[in-house]
């Protein structure tokens, strides 16, 4: 077949050769003779319809089908010629000869890579001058802003980079350390980027003590037995002075600050010391007891049990264990559990709350969001004192609440009082007993009672005494 015009713009080629083109196809082909074919049994049929089922007349039948087949033919004949115009108007591809033949593609890439050679000879010329007039260049202060010329090394890092990265493309474009034949892309070494200097103290290892917390020791000390108490005041509302006093443990770090169980609590809590940390604040908090008593100068504390100690009976049994209470160290510590606690407890609370009781221990209602309780399951479960704030009584319906609540032998006090406005509305609403930052905050012991009862603790500046 010496006019094949069916073929497409590139007929197939040897392996490793390019793509030839072909001519657009010309004249009538076989695939044409065969669409005009198929045009004509198109038309035959529609006049045959039109005749049979229109009952149209046999010459106006014919001359409609050969309007038809007339309007197909047109058709074919402009997709046709846009086929020739898209042919036509694509790019021929260019025959290199030096591609084409092998020996001629050996020269050709030799002078590719002496052209190269030489561009990156000029770059790395370029480079030195320019680093020259850099060196002889007056250097800028730290004051004076920076000019184009103090960053021509582009981020690259030392001195000298920009020169070592041109050799090193120099060197792996030479040719002549590739196997005799063909030039071997594939296994061209790729350049050694120039990497910044680095430091021994970026690679070495960091020694656990610096990847652990700087509290963990000091928290494992609170854990043992070092920690330290503080007391806040609660005083009457009537002349301000002490009647009780609330216990807040404080542990000091590595650098003598004071923390507190906000800021100690969450990491004793992910080492497992936190039940450690409370329970030696309370054993200190007895042998602070058992000190005053006999001098007679002994208080009431209120010391808030936490929620994992409240459920934890198997802690409270050890913990009453140590404390070996007798009556006088029962009635001078008063534990505390928040209402929220007890009432949305499963009840485990409230069997821990009755073993407490049974060992001699009165409680304190901590965070009591209203006064409306019921005076007969408080005094079963031994609570003497109910803490609201100045928020929870501003909204209290009933006057009466707090006498109502003194009759049967609870206490009420009020909390967080920073203004004297709060104590105002407390002493309107009968109470006695008032906390805050108004008349204290939490302190620690005088000095000679920690030296009685533990090693001296260090001496701070500044320090206040609270009892």
């Keep these: ?24 196809r010309q004249g009538l082909g076989g695939i044409d003779a065969v669409v005009l074919m198929a045009m004509a049994a198109a038309s035959v049929a529609v006049g045959v319809a039109l005749h049979l089922q229109a009952e149209i007349g046999t010459v106006l039948s014919a001359t409609l089908a050969g309007a038809v087949f007339a309007l197909l033919a047109l058709v074919h004949t402009q997709k046709r010629r846009l086929d020739r ?7 021929a591809v260019r025959q290199e000869p030096a591609l084409q033949n092998p020996d001629a593609s050996e020269a050709a890439l030799d002078i590719a890579s002496s052209q190269l050679a030489a ?9 030195s001058a320019t680093r020259r007039q850099r060196r002889a260049a007056p250097t800028v202060t730290a004051n004076e802003p920076e000019t184009p010329e103090l960053i021509a090394d582009h981020g690259w890092g030392e001195p000298g980079a920009v020169e070592a990265l041109v050799r090193q493309y120099a060197r792996d474009l030479d040719r002549s350390t590739a196997p ?42 609170a854990a043992a037995g070092e920690v330290e108490i503080h007391l806040q005041p609660i005083v009457a509302l009537a002349d301000r002075k002490a009647r009780l006093y609330e216990v807040f443990p404080r542990v000091i770090d590595t650098v003598g600050r004071m923390l507190t ?15 450690a940390i409370e329970r030696a604040a309370l054993l200190r ?16 504390m209120i010391f808030r049990l936490s929620s994992a100690a409240i459920r ?28 929220r606690e007890i009432e949305q407890g499963d009840g485990v609370e409230r069997d821990n709350m009755e073993f407490l009781a049974k060992a001699g221990f009165r409680f304190s209602l901590g965070s009591a969001e209203t006064l409306a309780l019921e005076l007969q399951e408080l005094t079963v479960r031994r609570i003497g004192f109910v803490r609201v704030t ?3 009584l501003n909204t209290e319906q009933n006057p009466a609440a707090v006498s109502d609540l003194r009759v049967g032998g609870i206490e009420t006090i009020l909390t967080a009082i920073v203004r004297d406005e709060d104590a105002r509305v407390g002493r309107a609403f009968g109470l006695v007993l008032g906390q805050g930052a108004l008349f204290s905050e939490p302190k620690p012991l005088r000095p000679d009672v920690t030296a009685s009862v533990a090693p001296a603790a260090p001496k701070r500046t500044g320090r206040t005494r609270a009892a």
């Design 119 to 127: 561009a990156a000879a000029a770059l790395r010329d370029s480079d």
């Design 261 to 275: 169980q906000d800021d100690y609590g969450p990491e004793a809590e992910s080492m497992g010391l936190a039940l």
């Design 312 to 339: 934890d009976r198997a802690y409270l049994q050890r913990l009453i264990g140590d404390i070996n209470p007798d009556p006088l160290l029962s009635d001078l510590i008063i534990f505390e559990i928040d209402q």
């Design 390 to 392: 100045p928020s929870v």
């Design 180 to 221: 005799a034949g063909r030039p071997n892309f594939g296994t061209q070494p790729k350049p050694n980027l120039p990497m910044a200097p680095t430091t021994e103290s970026e690679n070495a290892p960091q020694p656990a003590a610096q990847i652990e917390s700087a509290n963990a020791e000091v928290i494992r000390k």
């Design 285 to 300: 908090c007895c042998t602070i007891q058992r000190k005053l008593s006999e001098r007679g100068r002994a208080r009431a």
């Design 85 to 91: 115009l898209r042919q036509s108007e694509l790019p």
């Design 1 to 24: 077949m010496a006019n094949r015009t069916d073929r497409t713009q590139f007929d197939f080629a040897p392996a490793g050769s390019p793509p030839q083109p072909l001519p657009p």
